[in-house]
């Protein structure tokens, strides 16, 4: 928040600089009560290192300021309370989201520092879960908001597209596989296949042998096993490109375990020559007891490498590729340890840089209280669940709003909106309650209802039909501003606040108060009505489209002029 700043600029100088800027900035606190006034500073720290009475030194203070932003500085008990100049305040705000625009909120926070963010990363051959969304729609927000404060994300796709399952899905399509139906419904059909697998694998326990001899011809470059495992990847990843598509996110890199097969022996001679390697049950590990951990799984007994050894030349490669200042990834809650063993490895190697990786975890995705499963008959496809998000926004609009102009991309924003605001307006390590009816709701803490708030805004400006010049004076004369203006002067602390802790729900909720603040004052102010008012309500309106937009485009989610 500006003023904020500049209070406590105000207030630096006031202390004759006893207490840093920064920390009395955080010491700043915004009072529950109006009566209280806009903004309070507790003089406890000062008064014990004045060795003074803190109610004396906020009378002091308080004598002692005299700002044209300040109708009034007041003493009360130990603090210090602040009275905005309203009206001049709003007029300060307003100018600078009009200046700004699309750049309101933005903040040099990782100075072109290089973040990668492991993210979305689903397995070829099976679908897409929910989880696989979450951390697709968490780590896309997480991307926008770094980019907005300063930072370079790299978005990776870390496919799981490596690992014994192949040898025994080749084994599976060889015996009952068919390349037409595998064409056309790859994921259904290569799931069913490694069912299959297993169902038979009971009364024929030779199956087991064969998919490993087919997964070492797979680690041996066999060119048969090589050109299945391609296919199966690339036909997995036309489906999975469906759905980025409908969620509009993109990647910069699809490397995935795979890429790293001529990357391990190089970790697992790092490991030998720290002599961190010790054999348990016939399996190469590391130990990791002194830090209470079980121990990390390197190679097994027949040689073959783990998810965790294919992560540890990815961390070593992305450090040396990337020269990241930071490493996230964005992985459910249940591969919270392998994470941690991950990084302690790394740090027993003598990598310091592993302090910046950071595990990104989230809950589940819950349908009536139980986690939504992918196994067999269970599978919700998720394409269908955005494609009926979709269908339903469209019916939405044909109810509604006929006439507007693009009505498919408008209902793909909706449905689309809804489901990705569903996910990320809770904190991603709460679990969530699927619901398609809650998500597309038009009233309450949803993606339509921010959209629709936005849209209402873009309306009132068509109508108002006044050009907004940013120059022109603005003057607003309604106590019922204030409320929109304070949400405003928010939004770039939220940028802050999100990028810090990894957390788009910060921005979700904050785009859900400012709506809701804007629609009360739509509710109680005739914006068009007062000639002489128009044009400062106008600015207003403008401002808060803005702010909505930028806000919702952090969460991947765009704003439509019509819905
Ligand atoms: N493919 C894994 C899964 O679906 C997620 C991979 C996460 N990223 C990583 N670098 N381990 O569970």
Redesign the pocket.
Known sequence: MEYKQHFAAILYGAFDQQLEEETIYQMIEKPKLMSHGDLAFPCFALAKLRRKAPQKIAEETANAIDDPLFVKVEADGAYLNVFLNKQQVAADVIKNVLNERENYGSQNIGNGGVVTI?MS???IA?PF?M??LR?TVIGNSIALILEKTGYKPVKIN???DWGTQFGKLIVAYKKWGNEEKVRKNTIKELLQLYVTFHEKVDQNPSLEDEGRQWFKRLEDQDTEAMELWKWFREESLKEFNRIYELLGITFDSNQG?AFYNDKMDRVVHLLEGNELLTESEGAQVVDLSDDEMPPCLIRKSDGATL?AT??LA?ALYRKETYHFVQSL?V??NE?SL??QQLIKVLKKLGYDWADGMHHISFGMILKDGKKMSTRKGKVVLLEEVIQEAIELANTNIEQKNPNIEDKNKVAKSVGVGAVIFHDLKNHRNNDVEFSLEDMLRVEGATGPYVQYTHARASSLLDKGLTKINVNQPILLQDDEAWPVISEIMMFPEIVERAVKSYDPSLVAKYVIDLAQAFNKYYGNVRILEDEQQKFSRLALVKAVSVVLKEGLRLLGISAPKEM
């Open positions: 492991d990363s689903p397995n099976k879960s989880g696989h951390s870390h496919l799981g375990e998810y294919r992560d990815a990834y992985v459910g591969q392998h994470f």
